[in-house]
């Protein structure tokens, strides 16, 4: 991690300023907000100490909130994810993977436990990002919908990055 820590802090920037300039302007009927921002977290090493993994989640969420002045719930989401990263690492992936301290891209997991990766931490997240902002469960199917059309937007987003930007990072 010390000898790639250019290149992620170089993620994390770019990230969040695509993140606030480009996809937050994105819209369609107000059903449908991309959030790939947490795939800085999703690219983190396996062996990333756990406070240094939730202090990135949420400084990570927090430099969101500062842009979208949403008082905290991108970072709790994404303090969240990163909480619950480990437990979705081992349930997807092997145990040797993770020991190795292998970076989870769609590269050294393949394909199709890349793509569970994925799903299962982009859904966890959107679910609690949607549901702490509406903090009523009153318009439940209605944020239940923006969640899964977000979630399936922003893993097409996410997956389509890996096959054209970090197609070749270890």
Not at 62 to 71: E, H, K, P, R, V
Not at 114 to 131: E, N, T
């Amino acid at each position: 991690m010390i000898k790639d820590f250019g290149r992620y802090v170089i993620m994390f920037v770019l990230l969040v300023l695509i993140q606030v300039l480009i996809l937050n302007n994105i819209q369609f009927s107000g059903f449908v907000n991309p959030y790939v921002y947490i795939l800085f977290i999703l690219l983190l090493p396996f062996t990333i100490p756990g406070y240094l993994l939730l202090g990135l989640s949420f400084l990570l969420g927090l430099s969101i909130d500062i842009f979208n002045n949403t008082l905290g719930v991108h970072a709790g989401a994404t303090v969240l994810l990163g909480f619950l990263r480990p437990g979705i690492a081992n349930l997807i992936s092997s145990r040797e993977i993770i020991e190795k301290g292998n970076t989870p891209n769609m590269k050294q997991l393949g394909f199709a436990s890349f793509l569970k990766y994925v799903v299962i931490s982009v859904f966890i997240h959107h679910l609690f990002l949607f549901y702490a902002e509406a903090f009523s469960f009153g318009g439940f199917f209605h944020t239940l919908v923006r969640c899964v059309l977000s979630s399936a937007f922003s893993i097409v987003i996410i997956l389509a990055s890996q096959f054209i930007l970090f197609k070749n990072v270890d």
